[in-house]
């Protein structure tokens, strides 16, 4: 493992044992990447199935373009590893996260009939990087559920050369991915939709539908 | 305590401390076992009565097919000890874990007089041992709460021959069980239960009733 | 400080920091006291307007039965410590806890008109001390809040004798107090009335009033 | 950086640390200041842009009465800088600490219209500085979120001069502004502020409306 290998798969660990406390990786849900170096493609990716609020340096795999697993790694890659790798590619993100809340959950399934929702008004979005006032209108697409991952990637690629401003998008009923430039920005993201799908959900508690836009 | 029966018990405090935090155990609810030997069954279970977000491996007694504390170790077993020993049989299980938590509390009321729930459609159930998509139906079932223990290990037993493919059971107003084959199998059913049980109860917030399935 | 004092003193710190941590002492809100003697009656209290996030043994107030605080010990006892101590002598208590949590406030103004609220048929009712089945009704009195600590102390020793069986009572807007014999016994308590409290509330989001007794 | 400048940074520290793991500064939101010495005045300020579950006091910046950096930092000090110094200036406040948490969001939102909310009748009020029982009214005033700092700052200098007793203020779908004497002061209003705003919402879930005053 090279030293640029095992301080990202640290990085990944400390937010991975962060987001499994606060509920949003439970039961082994949800995966962590994050770009190691760029030619030839390396990615640290959390392996298939393990309990990621005890995830250890030592069990990040290093894959390349194609999702094969490096020498002197052991474990399977997370099935949604053409994912990141495809918003690696679209986005040039330097980190990918995909968490599981039971709010990004609900709303996932709310929206659903409409492609998406539209976030805006909060000053919570200017913590978007790009975004400079809380007058911003996000669109955060929510995508059909599916287990056909090159398909799930195809959907993914098409919604983002479409929409390429996005910051982030659902998978309905499945979860949420964000990513950045870099893991701390990518980490930023995430508990920055976190909060603004739990605030949306919240005010559906009260008003039965969500007023927000 | 044989170096097998201790890393079994740090397993399980772990797991203890962890779940309480978490206010799935307050109170000194709830229970966990996991097994040590087959061939006589040893179980280490946990005792009756105690703090789980202070449970030390020491506490843990090891007890037999009939619920009898073995040598070397004082204290009393959890009165739902026959239930955890009866799902070790009828399942062949390697560890069960039982929870007190808001959500199944909630969640076992509303659907007692269907017998259980169905939960579909959710990316987390690919969780469960042996699923493959999320478009897979789970069968929670809920049996009435009772003070009878060898009753209640009955219900359980008749109602696991007849539903041979559930992951867990309600028992209403009371909690959830779930196993697994490991011990890390079973805390990962768990969690996914709570998710989908949180999530459920959740939407039906929103919804006035429970409109997943 | 004696040595039965001192460790007194850390049991109620380690439950402070974490009823602190679960939201439950918010705002040096809540206090908590222990019997290190009964004759003549020394308890350890917990100061006025101290974080119960930091709180240090060594800050714990020896008090005697009118109060006083002992030599050497500096600081303001809580100004509930005549709750405190009239429930200790009304009650025999080895332990008096009191939280204020964001479920206990909301419910304490819900079913103040009736005088309290019956709970039952939940498993956790068995966690108080001497009820032996879930199909126990647990009468929890609420009583008006007020800062005349004489006059409220008399209203509480009234409603206790009329009322022996109780396990704990809710001021009005204000928080919950429970005791036990023991300090681990009081704690248990707490987290029982405290999950049993927020479980009535959720159900109260879903039905629009509890329906549970 | 001098000793008091250290002692206090840690402190700063401490309480970000605590806040994030509540969720009220996710994202890098929020901002959190103490007065070092008042003349000429020096504040001690969260940096802009960091993640304030990992905030370290070398990062910590030192600023003067007109938000410029102090030799030995390095860094960009938060955009809200001005509303802290304003709230120092015109309240004499030790500290200033701003979280956005999704109870406080939704709150400032569901308010505005009135410019703000009467909250009366809960004990936690009594833990803000000088109000000496429940009974007492606090009014906490809503402002229109803005990006225009200047502008801003002199909204809130305008309010504060009109309403000379308010512990803290909201602005719009933005977040929680509080001050105290010292550090520890500001941390209780927060949290009481934080609580008081949670029962609110919560209870609109049950009413529909806020009945609370």
Chains 1, 2, 3, 4 share one sequence.
């Not at 980190?95 to 599981?100: D, E, K, R």
Request: hydrophobic share 40%; proline share 3%.
């Amino acid at each position: 493992m090279s030293d640029g290998f095992s301080e990202i798969a640290s990085g990944l660990c400390a937010i991975a044992r962060g987001f499994h406390a606060r509920g949003w990786l439970l039961g082994t849900s949800g995966n962590l990447s994050a770009v190691v170096q760029r030619e030839p493609l390396q990615l640290a990716m959390s392996p298939s199935g393990v309990d990621k609020g005890e995830l250890k340096p030592e069990q990040l795999l290093s894959i390349d373009e194609n999702a094969r697993v490096g020498s002197g790694h052991a474990g399977k890659p997370s099935d949604e590893s053409l994912l990141h790798l495809r918003i690696v590619k679209e986005r040039g993100a330097g980190a990918v996260l995909h968490t599981h809340s039971v709010w990004n959950t609900i709303v996932s399934d709310l929206y659903v009939a409409q492609g998406g929702l539209n976030i805006e008004g909060y000053e919570m979005l200017k913590g978007l990087q790009g975004v400079r006032t809380h007058e911003h209108t996000e669109w955060l697409p929510i995508i059909e559920n599916s287990q056909d991952m090159p398909a799930l990637a195809e959907s993914i690629a098409e919604m983002l050369s479409k929409h390429n401003d996005v910051h982030g998008f659902l998978l309905r009923r499945h979860g949420l991915y964000s990513w950045g430039e870099t893991l701390a920005q990518a980490k930023r993201h995430i508990e920055i939709f976190e909060f603004l799908l739990e605030t949306i959900g919240r005010s559906l508690h009260i008003h039965g539908k969500y007023t927000g836009v």
